[in-house]
């Protein structure tokens, strides 16, 4: 928890209504032992979805689809979500979701290493209004610059769990030796997303840490 636990469940009483369903999603979820974004990062990414209005929405990590399902929840009827997931388990779990709720005709399931996913999505031009990035931390920074490329011009790109539980304070010595890597590439994720010409970018002390960062031209 990056905040004060009693200050964040009091944000969240005044600003967290979700629909049943997603209720009953994110409770089935959580008691199979499968991470669901935070109640206060699902506030802010429905308040940000409806903001953006976005065409067409990727989401980088599927899980067992409860992240989609909010988005799908916060975008027009027309808005098709692409997710991606290589876990066979929580494929299963997410068609399963998505065909419960009659979700399947909206939200696509690109199964297969997100990685390569996102090398065939540039190779085909696809371009997104919104991104949302919720996947292996370590591997952020390798998905910077296709992630860049899919965004529409102005497009947004949210990525959650940028804090580490508040680890990213701390020096990569302080942290246990298994975890280093992922510091280390969490930082030069940040960074990146903070000095480069191609962002501009906001860090949210929200739920376990959010970037907020839409795509400028290279030219700006």
Known sequence: MVIDERLSTYIDSLSWDIPG????????????????????????LAFLLRMT????????????????????EYTGENVIIDTIEKVPAR??????????????????LIEGDASEVLKSL?????????????????????FAGPVYNLLAPGGMLVTDNVLQD???????????????????????????????AEWD?????VGDGVAVSVKKDKGD
Do not use: C, W
């Open 53 to 72: 209005k976005p065409a067409l929405v990727l989401e980088i990590g599927t899980a067992v689809g409860f992240s989609s399902l909010l988005i799908s």
């Open 21 to 44: 369903y997603l209720q009953a999603t994110e409770k089935d979820a959580l008691a199979a032992g499968v991470p669901v974004i935070k109640r206060s990062t699902q506030t802010l």
């Open 91 to 108: 494929i299963k779990g997410a068609k399963e979701n998505f065909n419960k709720y009659g979700k399947e005709d909206r939200i696509n």
């Open 122 to 142: 540039v190779a085909q031009k696809k371009e997104y209004g919104f991104i949302f990035m919720d996947a292996a931390k370590g591997q952020y920074i390798n």
């Open 166 to 196: 508040g680890d990213i304070l701390q020096s990569r010595y302080a942290v246990t030796r298994r975890d280093r890597t992922i510091h280390g590439r969490m930082r030069e994720y940040l960074y990146h997303l903070s000095h480069s």
């Open 201 to 205: 970018t906001i860090i949210l002390p």
